[in-house]
């Protein structure tokens, strides 16, 4: 069975620092990963995913991740926060082979602050 | 990318009765599917819309509960019925363009229920 962990259910940053939202994974074989992003009273939104190659993958509004095999990681980065960035983050997972339905984490809020 | 709608956006409803919620997509599509999101917790499948057939049913999502229809590859209804207060949630339908890509979701449905 695949899973995702969130640690963090709310992480704080202020605008203009770098900010990280954490994401672990637990899968079969090889992951598919994938980081969306939802706006209050909106659906979610496509951010960036990692199929196969480098392990730095950027996406939209200049965030990217980096996939760490060894750590079983995936990690959201911005260098830059804005106040804008503010929104529900999650992380999703599922194996390369096999069923292509993902498994959400539980979400992580983050708030920038001005 | 594709444009989806949700209609309704949101409603209040009564205990016991049902509600449907339609799914329309600008474009033709083969997969797609129909999530919950409950407050303060992640995205649960309920069941992948397939054209022409039954929907197939995640663990713990039942026909008879949530009866999905996909008449066609633009449009989709997910009914809850038989409502209760625990069926309060925002539901949301999405789409996959290929079993690699990543999935494209509606702007929900937020339901209260009385």
């Known amino acids: 069975a695949q899973s995702v962990a969130q640690p963090e259910d709310q992480v704080n940053v202020a605008e203009g620092n770098p900010l990280t939202v954490k994401c672990t994974y637990s899968?079969?074989?090889?992951?598919?990963l994938f980081w969306y992003v939802q706006y209050p009273n909106r659906g979610l939104q496509f951010l960036l995913k990692y199929i196969t190659g480098d392990n730095l993958v950027k996406g939209s509004y200049g965030f990217e991740a980096e996939f760490n095999k060894s750590q079983t990681s995936f990690h959201l980065k911005k260098p830059s926060a804005l106040v804008s960035d503010s929104a529900l983050y999650f992380c999703a997972v599922r194996p390369s082979g096999g069923s292509y339905i993902p498994t959400f984490g539980r979400g992580t809020s983050l708030i920038v602050h001005p | 990318s594709a444009v989806i709608s949700q209609k309704p956006s949101r409603d209040i409803c009564q205990r016991g009765t049902s509600l449907t919620i339609q799914c329309q997509v600008d474009s033709q599509v083969t997969m797609m599917f129909w999530y919950r999101q409950q407050p303060g917790q992640s995205l649960t499948l309920i069941a992948t819309a397939n054209q022409g057939s039954e929907a197939t049913y995640e663990s713990g999502f039942v026909i008879d509960k949530f009866p999905i229809s996909r008449p066609n590859l633009t449009f989709s209804t997910l009914t809850v019925s038989n409502m209760s207060p625990e069926d309060s949630s925002i539901y949301l339908c999405s789409l996959q363009w290929q079993p690699d890509n990543e999935q494209f979701f509606g702007p929900g449905t937020r339901l209260t229920v009385l």
């Open positions: 899968v079969s074989g090889n992951p598919y």
